[in-house]
Structure formats: structure tokens, C-alpha cells
């Protein structure tokens, strides 16, 4: 059970991208809003607010979460980890590096939660057929790229690591 | 075939590895400092007078600052980018819900927009319009001068004339519905007061030039003292080509007053009620057509939805009357097209501009047509497409690269096209078929816009032989900056890596007019062979002096100048540094405009665009006769874009822009009540998903324009243009039904089966 110290505020502890984070926080903080504002990480992105875009997908223990739908208190002693986090010492994931082969960015808005919701489909699921990454990738709207090339991106990772 | 470096290989994004790791910064993500944000107050009522705007509940809010409005505006209350009929801050007077009378400013961008709700306005509520029809039958109390907002003609040969040769004179009218950009990135800026009554913008915008003059005009301040930077921009799809100017101008007015930075961020909502949507169309046409399947005559009346204001409804109107029949030889036709004012937001620019509805119209036509001739839809086509040397309906020859005909049997023999057109599968509950569509698409602003037709680079060498480019124009998700290093590239015979396109910033090249009508390829890529024409000579005698030859003896290829008689080299580098150490002038400007076009406005008769796009689609559509679901299973798309920069580019902006036009055909729905948009969310506002949109299969011709760079046309709008006319044919063809309206909602499938008539 979270201990609220104070109707107001939260003491808060959790690990971003690896790094233990402690932080005093609004209880009514939006987790997006924390990484976005607090820490900075403006990688994640608000489009609208409402858990049916996707944009602000970030993996919370592992899982994707709607950043814009859960309170930063709910996270608690757990692991989120962000686009941010994904690289490690500038190199790339096999998907981010798919992405960019594939040509699946386009203006570039819906990419950071794509590539998330990408990296845990791939956690799940031995293979996958165009046909249930696109089932998959529902919840994440992209409106430039017609996603054929997103899903190109996420089947040749895929299907390179058989 | 010429070989290229460059042109015409699929390239990596330049921008892509910012994009996938999130470093990339977005409006809202860059940090400004001692900024006060702001909210738009805007009017509640469709139409009416503003009596009072009460601030007492506002002003007591914590955070609250100023109210910025009309009063405030130094220079002239004024922002319509054609006619002049749109005030930044509007009083007394607002025609749509989301006029905007003020900004309230405040110490977060919460606190804003919590005050912004708490300010009350009092209005004398007028009787408001919102169809085409309701505008035309107003007898008194008009929105502007009169509801007509602009019209255009278009008449060749005789119209009477031309029926009499007719064996068949078909009509049909059509509607086609408003369409949401919802780019993800909603519109936004940072204006920042700078020493001397100077002003610098950063904005998600298309066009820093229109916003460099609108915010100069209304803060009464030469152009010179505006800077306006683009950020990176989220989507854009002409949703942000004009209506930035307002954003930026009206957080421009409360910077200038306040004296400090302010970040104006429009909220989702905010953005779908205050900001442009396509124009909804209605349309009317009459065709004659011989047995033979000739088309002989057409009449066409075309009536657009402008909304409150004109903004550019008389460019939309001008390029759907000069389209309205597609890429087929005519040679008896009378088009007029309107645009009526209404209390809805203003309609504008919408990837497409008009050609879309345009299509749907021809097409659809085209469709009826065949059938009551029972001739096949592409035979039908065939025989009336413009081929090189016919004339359009403006009377304009097409003397280079017309690729319709190819791209209609591009489609048709990678679809697998049959005549008879369905297939019952299975079960009687579905009915798969294919439906055709075509177009052509003018090139650039056309003779409507050409004084706004010329665009720049600015290139420059450095001491180790890397290269700046900057450009007019933008990117904004298109793939811009990459096709401009590549071009750049090409043209200077050097390797891509030296390449570094910089951001689009008004301070950094002359006016290069809008990023908009596809035309960046073209304008920047001819800028760019200007600018490279201009320094090949310095290059050039600099080279000769290293190599110890002949000027004449140089050529330069593959990163290297070499003496083509010896087959001495030097690498750019070395060129770039003793450049640099013999004080040679190591930058240029660019520039190139289209060339002049003769065209008769009063008759619509010459001219229309300097070159023309071409494509057909072919969709196959099952449908569900049980639920009335259609479900787009698979696309072909043949593009003739003269020459092609980037193909992994193209077939980007081709699977986006069917799927774009998915949306428009199927699912979005925008919905007003009383001029309130009640369809604003996600969960209301159905975008295309992952696993609505087809797989498309896109095909690229290469018929070279001769005025284009190495041959190139543009590219982003013809993706969207044939695919609701595609799809729609589909579904007719299907089950055996006519429609005339979009979208093709369940519903209006269940009614169609239901109905006897055909
Ligand atoms: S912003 Fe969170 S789902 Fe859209
Ligand atoms: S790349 Fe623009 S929204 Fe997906």
C-alpha cells in the first residue's frame, strides 16, 4: 500500500531507464506529466490525454502503460522505462535501428511509443505475422505513415532473431 | 539511362535517429525560460455581437496575468492570408464557435487555460448557417459582405454544342464531408520579444514566411525585425499553413505587451474547434458521352463550405475548378465553382486542396458512366485520358510527360483488374470487389498563386569541406530534409555525409513562399541546381589551379575533382581548405520560380499549373452485407512523379496518404451541434488504425518533366487524391448499388442494400 504522507504530496521512489529516482511529487501528477516535467524526459508524448492514442506509451515493469491515464504515485517502488531509455551508451535496439532502415518515421510524433509498444510485442511473442502486429499496434495512432512500414520494421526484427 | 549518385536511391532519413530515440524536440518539449503561456478565449455562440467579455472570475484565479485582445494590437487587426476578411482578435462581431476574442495569460499553461474557462461573454446571438444551402438562401444578415466567398469558371468550347453530339447525358450530384487534419502534434508556438520592438517565433508551422508577414503587419513592424524558426513539426497535412499565422501573431501581440516569452500550445480540443478542416463539397454533373464511350461534353457546378472565413477557400476553389474533370480530354465544358461563407470553423488547406472532392466527383462519374454504357471503368478511361500533346479542360497542352495512361495500366495489371468486378466469397454475407479512380495534380501554386512561386537555398562551404544548406520551405514529416541533402548532394557531386540541412528560419533565405501544394521537391530542388550552376565556376577554376590544368579539363564526380585528361585528383576536402585560404566566395543563394503561365481567369481558360502529377489507385474492398462493414483489404498505387528523389520516400507518402484517405472514405466523422464540434476525441473521431489500413502496393513511373530537378514532380498531395474515389467505386461495384456521399458508414452501406433502385 502507498503510505501518502500528506494529502497533498508523495514521497516518491521508483527506478527511470535504470537510474533510482527519488522525488516529492503532487499526488494528482500524471506519470506523464512527471517525465515529462519533472524529469525532463520529453521523449514521451501527450496527443490526447484520453489512453486512445498511444503516444505516450512507456513500459512499466516491462508492460506498456498509457503514461497519460496513471498517476505518477501508482508507480511506486516499480521500473518504468522510457524511449529514452531504450539505447544505452548511443547504441541502438535492433528495433530502433529497424525504424530507421525501413524508412516506418515519418514526422515522428507516434515513434517513441511505437517503438515501445514494438519492443514488448517482440518480448511476447516468438514470431509475429504482419497481420497480428497490426492487430497489436491498434492502440497507437500514427497519422503519417499508414503504418506498412512500422510493421516492416517490427516483422524483420522478428523475424531476423529466428 | 543517366546514372545518378543520389537521385532516385532509397535513403536513409536524415532525421530518423533523433526521431526513434526521442531526442528530437517538439514545440512543447523545448525548455523556455521566464515564459507566461497562454490560452485562447473564444466565442461560444456560432454568431452574434459581443456585448461585454467579464474577466472579474478570471482575474482572481492564481496565476492569472493579463487578457490580451483587439486593443492590444499595435498594427492592423488583420490576418486573412488572401481577402481580407479575418481579424486576429475578433470584435465585435464572431461568426464561429472558436472565433477568438483574447488570449488570457497566465504563470502555467494550467492556470491559463482554468481562467480562460472562467471568462464570460456576453453575446447577441444572430441566427447562425451552417450548409452551403442555408448560406445561399440568406437573405439578409450576411456573414461577410455577402456569403459568397470567391467563385471560379472554367468554359471551352460550347457547352450546348457539345451535348447535341452526345448519345448519353448522364447526371449525378455527390457530397463529400469536412475532414480533421489531427496531425498529433497540435498547433503551437513560442514568441520571444527581442531588443529594439524586434520579435523571434519558433512554431509547428508549414509556412514561416506567411507567419514572418502576418505578425509583422500586426504588430505594425517591418518583416525585417520578424524571425520566425520552425521547430520540428508533428504533422502538418496543410492544417498548419495558414492557421499558424494566427497562433504565432496573437502570442506575438501578448509577448510584444508583456515583454516576456509566451508558449501559446493549442489543447486537442481547442485545436479541432478553432482550426481548419477540409472543405466539404457538393457537386453537380452532367456528362455527355458518345456510344463510343468519348466524353463530349461536361457541366459541372461545384459549391464548397468555406466556413466563417475565406482564408483559402479562393486557391481551393480555383484548383478544384481547373480538376473538377480530371486528367480526360473534353473539349465542351462549363464548370463554375463557389464557396459559401458559414458559421462553422474555416475551411482550408487539406492535403489534396480540393482535389480529393474533385476526384470523388470525376470519378464517381466516370464509374456511372461506364456502367450505363456497360464498358469496363479502365477501358472507359483509357479512351478519353490525356495523352502528350491533348489539350485539358483549360485548354492547356501537355506537351511533356503525361504517365496518366501508364499509370491506369500500371494498376490495372498489378491488381489483377477483371471486368466484371466482383467476387462472391464464400458466404453470401461477403462481396469482395476492385474500384478504380485517376487524377492529375498541378504542380506548385499555379497561375492563382504564381506571384508566390519561387523558392530559395542558401549554400555554404566550410574550411573541411562539409556544406550547409538552408531552405525555404519545410520539413514536416514528408522526408524534406532528406530529398534536400540528397539533391544537394547530386548536384555538387559530393558526398551526402558533408551534408547538414539546417532548420527552416526566415533569416536564413529570401521568401520562398508556402510549403504546401507538393512543391518542395521541385522549387527547393531547382533552387538547389541554381545555387550549385552559380558555385560550379569557383569550384571549378579553384580545382584547375590545384590540379594545375585547364578550367575546361575539370570535372567533378564522386566526391573528387579530377583532370580528365590525366586522371589527376583532389578530394573535396582539400578543395574546400585552399577555398578557404584564397579568400574564394565559399556561399550562395539559390533561386528558382515557375515559369510564367498565360491563363484567362474570367474564363478559365490557359495555363492552370506549370506540370502535372499523375496516379490511379486501385482499392479492393470487401464488404460485410450483414453488418455493412467495409473493410479495405488491399491497395495498388500508380504514381508518376517524373522523376523519383527518394523511392522509400515516395512509397512513404503513397502508404500514408491512402490510408489518410482511408479515414476520409470509411470513418471520420466530424460532427458539429450548433457549430460545436461533439466529435472531437479518438474514441469519437475514428482515425484509421494498423489494422483498418490496407497494405498497399505502390508503383513509380518516371515520365521526367522537363522544367522539374533532373525531371522530379511532387509527390504528398496525389497520394491522397484517388483513394475515397477508388474505394467508393469498390463498394458500388460490390453491391451492385451507386453511392453518391462519403463517408461509407455502415449505415449508409445497410441503406444503400436495402433500397430497390440500382
Ligand atoms: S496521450 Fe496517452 S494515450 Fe494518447
Ligand atoms: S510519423 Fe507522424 S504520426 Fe506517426
Known sequence: ????????????????????????????????????????????????????????????????????????????GMEITTIEGLSRNGNLTPLQQAFIDHHSVQCGFCIPGMILSGEQMLRDHEQLTREEIRQDLSGNICRCTGYQKIVDAIESVSRDRR | MKKYSYIGTAQNRIDAAGKVTGETKFLADLPVREAVFAAPVYASVPYGRVLSVDLTKARKYTGYLDFISAEDIPGVNEVGVILQDQPLFARPVVRYVGDTIGLIIADTATAALNCARQVKIDCEPYRPVFTIEDSKQMTEGFLHDSNLACEHRVEKGDIARGFELADHIIEASFSTPAQEHYYLEPQGCIAVPEPGGKISIIASLQCPFYVQKAVGRVLGIPYAHVRVEQAPTGGAFGGKEDVPSEVCARAAVAARKIGKPVQLIYTRNDDIQLTSKRHPFTMQYKVGVTKAGKLVAAQILLEQNSGAYATLSSVVSYRASVQAMGPYVVPNVSILSRSYYTN?????????????????????????????????????????????????????????????????????????????????????????????????????????????????????????GSITVAFGLVEMGQGALTAVAQMTAEALAVDIARITVLPTSTDQVPDSGPSVASRNIVMTGQAILNAAQKLRPILRTAAARLLDCEESEVSFAGDRASNTLTGAHIG????????????????????????????????????AYFTYSYATHVAKVRVDKLTGLVKVEKFWAAHDVGRAVNPAGIEGQVEGGVTQGIGWALTEQLVFDEGRVISPNLSTYLLPTAADSAEVDTAILEFPEPEGPWGARGIGEPAIIPVAAAIANAVSRAVGKQFYQLPLTPESVLSALSSISG
Open chain 2, 572 to 607: 573535396f576536402t582539400e578543395l574546400a581548405d585552399f577555398l578557404y585560404l584564397n579568400n574564394y566566395p565559399m556561399s550562395t543563394t539559390g533561386w528558382w520560380h515557375v515559369p510564367s503561365l498565360k491563363f484567362d481567369a474570367a474564363k478559365g481558360a490557359g495555363e
Open chain 2, 344 to 464: 462553422l470553423p474555416p475551411n482550408g488547406a487539406f492535403r489534396g486542396f480540393g482535389s480529393p472532392q474533385a476526384t470523388f466527383g470525376h470519378e464517381r462519374m466516370m464509374d456511372i458512366i461506364a456502367r450505363r454504357l456497360q464498358m469496363d471503368p479502365v477501358e472507359l478511361r483509357l479512351k478519353n485520358i490525356i495523352r502528350e500533346n491533348e489539350e485539358t479542360v483549360t485548354g492547356q497542352k501537355i506537351s511533356h510527360g503525361a504517365g496518366a495512361a501508364e499509370t491506369l495500366k500500371r494498376a490495372r495489371d498489378a491488381a489483377g483488374w477483371n471486368s466484371s468486378g466482383t467476387s462472391r466469397l464464400s458466404s453470401d454475407r461477403y462481396v469482395t470487389a476492385l474500384g478504380v479512380a485517376t487524377c492529375h495534380y498541378g504542380n506548385c501554386l499555379g497561375a492563382a498563386g504564381w506571384s508566390l512561386d519561387g523558392s530559395a537555398v542558401h549554400l555554404s562551404l566550410l574550411r573541411d
Open chain 1, 1 to 76: 500500500m502507498l503510505s501518502v504522507s500528506n494529502t497533498d504530496y508523495f514521497d516518491l521512489e521508483l527506478t527511470v531507464n535504470g537510474t533510482p529516482v527519488r522525488r516529492r511529487i503532487p499526488t494528482h501528477l500524471r506519470l506523464l506529466d512527471f517525465l515529462r516535467e519533472e524529469l525532463g524526459l520529453t521523449g514521451t508524448k501527450e496527443v490526447c490525454g484520453e489512453g486512445e492514442c498511444g503516444a505516450c506509451t512507456v513500459l512499466l515493469d516491462g508492460l506498456t502503460v498509457d503514461a497519460c491515464l496513471i498517476f505518477a504515485v501508482e508507480t511506486h
